[in-house]
């Protein structure tokens, strides 16, 4: 009986192993990413029905090679049944999917490490705990290999970017740690190293923007592309997360949540910092109108890619390219 027993155990790990396919860019050299965020997602409740709608329209109409979560995904119980409400409509579709914790996810009882055990236990789900030592649970990596060969062409790094601020007198909401800047600044040049010294074309997915949404968001605010109704509700603490970005020279944009009246995007030091749309129902506040989501495509050996903001219906609002569009831009103003 015993022997049986771990044979099944086996026999079901090495399925779910066969359902977490390797990402890789298609035959045409490019990989589909698309973003929701802040779905606030109550079970039965029927202002979250849209969501539901939003997310199986934009599976269908765009087929993505890869569906990111960044946080705010659940806002009420059962939690458990609520997720499965949204992650199934990508798993039936045989897509596979990352998630990140937003402030809330986590306020219903069940714990971000208990969160994350019952997610990554879901066929095509990549997202990992990551390393125990940073702060947060999920901390992770996944590296897009080529079309025709098995080796590392893009890399996407993936945040929890925490909840509220550890700090009593600072602010309302939390920062990245500098443990996490750390293990970002080790990581990133590891995959420098690795391919002789050139950083590799990099995004990065988390909750919660950086300081310097807010910064560039004074210093350019007529030259980004998109809404921006809503001031920027980040951590007050700046830990040097951006700078370790620039610094290293990977990653080309950002793409957060949050703020569910900001959609926009623009170019600060040569890096794109995004925000999501605002994929929920009215169970939150959105002055947005229809909620939507973000779509982001790379292209294999490029440091480029293409994105913009998909409605529910099918509008495409904003459509940017980096490192073009705010060049571009930029040229005019001089």
């Known amino acids: 009986m015993r022997n049986f027993i771990l044979t099944l155990l086996i026999l079901f790990s090495i399925s779910v192993n066969a359902q977490h396919k390797s990402l890789s860019f298609n035959n045409n050299g490019k990989f589909k990413i698309i973003q929701f965020t802040d779905i606030h997602y109550k079970k039965n409740v029927?202002?979250?029905?849209?969501?539901?709608?939003?997310?199986?329209?934009v599976l269908d109409a765009e087929k993505p090679d890869l569906v990111v979560f960044t946080g705010d995904v659940i806002y009420a119980k059962p939690v458990k049944e609520g997720l499965d409400d949204i992650f199934n409509l990508v798993i039936k579709r045989k897509i596979p999917w990352a998630y990140v914790f937003g402030n809330h996810d986590d306020e219903h009882e069940t714990s971000r490490?208990?969160?994350?055990?019952?997610?990554?236990?879901?066929?095509?789900?990549?997202?990992?705990?990551?390393?125990k030592s940073l702060n947060g649970v999920g901390n992770y990596i996944l590296e897009v290999k080529g079309a025709s060969e098995d080796k590392v062409k893009s890399v996407l790094y993936f945040f929890d970017s925490g909840a509220?601020?550890?700090?009593?007198?600072?602010?309302?909401?939390?920062?990245?740690?500098?443990?996490?800047?750390?293990?970002?600044r080790a990581q990133s040049a590891a995959y420098t190293k690795q391919n002789a010294g050139v950083p590799y074309p990099a995004l990065a997915f988390f909750h919660i923007p950086l300081v310097e949404y807010s910064m560039m968001k004074a210093e350019k605010y007529d030259q980004l592309i998109g809404s921006r109704d809503e001031k920027e509700c980040h951590g007050k603490m700046n830990t040097g997360m951006f700078a370790a970005m620039r610094e290293a020279g990977d990653v080309m944009g950002t793409f957060v949540g949050h703020d569910h009246d900001n959609d926009y995007i623009g170019e600060y030091y040569n890096i794109y910092l995004a925000y999501g749309r605002y994929s929920g129902g009215n169970t939150e506040y959105n002055n947005l109108g229809k909620n939507g989501c973000r779509v982001i495509e790379l292209e294999e050996g490029k440091r480029t890619f293409s994105t913009y903001i998909r409605l529910l219906g099918g509008d495409k609002l904003y459509p940017v390219t980096y490192p073009d569009t705010f060049a571009k831009k930029a040229e005019v103003k001089q």
């Open 113 to 131: 490490q208990e969160l994350m055990d019952f997610v990554t236990l879901k066929p095509y789900c990549l997202a990992q705990a990551g390393d």
């Open 46 to 57: 029927p202002e979250s029905a849209v969501a539901l709608k939003l997310i199986s329209e």
């Open 164 to 184: 509220y601020t550890p700090i009593k007198e600072v602010g309302t909401y939390d920062w990245l740690a500098f443990n996490q800047v750390e293990w970002y």
